[in-house]
């Protein structure tokens, strides 16, 4: 027989999930009439689908926590009202037989199963857009790829780096650490944010989705446009300057956005400024350089080249992504 304590578990679960999809419909109401005023079909197209994944990844969570349920009640009918280790502790988790909490012999618990890679191939050898609604052109998605992680593991999104002494860099886009924690994939202090908003509950998950890794580049690039908007970056455009090489550069919406996933928007925006303040006298630049670490040196080069390389690709501000 069923405990009274299962039943009120189970019934609350899916009365909340139930809950969450009501919200979740209301919600994509509002994202369709917001998709409606959109200026251009990709922007609906992006409200719209993004209303339809949060709705998948409510019914996603309603069909775990059932069947979470029915093995727990399989394995321990009591295990409502049985004592478990505390969560923070080795064994976490799992039942004990009722006394101080040590493992017992009959321990018995659930691990639901983690979330295969999907695969980016179309079967001939093609990548395969994981998410043809994004608001981020694939040329430029394809080039920034290209640069990163070269196409490797699953068109590059199972690519990972681990720099001695720094988070792993993540995915087909390389997001280093810093971006991570920028866009809500990490807390401050380095540690998984399972409840971050691309559906990635651990590292190896988001290397495994790659939907969710395109999630995250275009929430890494708006939030960078907004911090460049903010401190001024966008009024260069259309400016030319003579970079630390010697060459000449064109400020583009592309290069602005190019440079900023690979230095990060505060580097971008001090870069900015220096160029602008080296170029308003003759051999400034020679000067400063002298003034440099190799890294700092380095670092301003990979800048200027990403600003080079990306100066006529097709990209436009998403202004799409609330922050």
């Known amino acids: 027989m069923v405990s009274p304590n299962l039943r009120d578990n189970e019934g609350n679960c899916r009365e909340q999930a139930a809950s969450i999809l009501n919200r979740i419909a209301h919600l994509s109401g509002q994202l369709s009439a917001v998709a409606r005023g959109c200026r251009t079909k990709a922007e609906a197209d992006a409200f719209i689908?993004?209303?339809?994944?949060?709705?998948?990844?409510?019914?996603?969570?309603l069909a775990s926590v059932t069947d979470a349920l029915a093995r727990e009640r399989k394995f321990n009918p009591n295990f409502a009202s049985q004592p478990r280790v505390p969560g923070g502790q080795p064994e976490g988790g799992r039942w004990t037989d009722g006394g101080s909490g040590g493992p017992s012999?009959?321990?018995?618990?659930?691990?639901?199963q983690s979330r295969a890679p999907v695969s980016a191939d179309d079967g001939r050898g093609n990548w395969r857009d994981p998410w043809p609604g994004s608001p981020v052109p694939v040329e430029f998605r394809n080039e920034i790829a290209a640069r990163e992680s070269g196409g490797r593991g699953n068109h590059g999104y199972s690519a990972i780096y681990r720099p001695r002494g720094e988070l792993p860099v993540l995915g087909r886009y390389q997001l280093?650490?810093?971006?991570?924690?920028?866009?809500?994939?990490?807390?401050?202090?380095?540690s998984w944010n399972a409840e971050n908003p691309y559906g990635a509950r651990t590292e190896q998950e988001f290397l495994n989705n790659p939907a969710a890794q395109e999630r995250a580049l275009a929430a890494y690039l708006s939030d960078n446009e907004r911090q460049l908007q903010q401190r001024g970056a966008y009024s260069f455009i259309g400016r030319e300057f003579i970079g630390?090489?010697?060459e000449r550069i064109t400020i583009t919406e592309a290069g602005l956005a190019a440079a900023a996933h690979r230095a990060g928007a505060p580097r971008v925006i001090g870069y900015l400024r220096d160029l602008q303040s080296r170029n308003s006298e003759s051999n400034a630049w020679r000067a400063y350089r002298e003034g440099l670490t190799p890294a700092q040196i380095e670092r301003y080069n990979e800048l200027e080249a990403r600003l080079r390389e990306f100066e006529h690709a097709r990209y436009a501000r998403l202004r799409l992504i609330p922050h």
């Open 176 to 190: 280093a650490g810093p971006a991570q924690i920028q866009i809500g994939l990490r807390y401050a202090d380095g």
């Open 105 to 112: 012999s009959r321990i018995r618990y659930v691990q639901l």
């Open 244 to 246: 630390m090489s010697g």
């Open 49 to 61: 689908e993004a209303s339809a994944a949060h709705a998948v990844l409510a019914r996603t969570v």
